[in-house]
């Protein structure tokens, strides 16, 4: 595996190739993370992506898990996951106008 890092995604126990990926990431010692949307919240998936992805730093990420045919609704969650995890935050004008100054 070329990536800095893996992301592994399921709904319930590790399976099949997801499994085997995690298997391989830390044989090699390479940093994971494995999220079992049927575990946690969103909210709470989300908040562990963050503050992991911020610690590590990768430039290159993997993200496993498994097949929808396997795992049926399981893109869907994952999307709704890192569409958060990955959402930039705006920054606040550094001039806030009171309401004197308006």
Do not use: C
């Amino acid at each position: 595996m070329d990536a800095d890092a893996t992301l592994a995604f399921t709904d319930g126990p590790l399976t099949g190739g997801t499994a085997q990926t995690v298997r391989i990431v830390k044989a090699r010692r390479k940093p994971h993370l494995v999220i079992d949307l049927q575990e946690l919240k969103k909210r709470d998936a989300v908040k562990a992506i963050k503050k992991w992805l911020a610690e590590l730093r990768p430039a290159v990420l993997n993200v496993a898990g498994s097949r929808e045919s396997v795992a049926p609704d399981l893109y869907r969650k994952v999307y709704r996951v890192l569409k958060e995890a990955l959402k930039k935050k705006r920054r606040r004008s550094s001039k806030r106008m009171t309401r004197k100054q308006a």
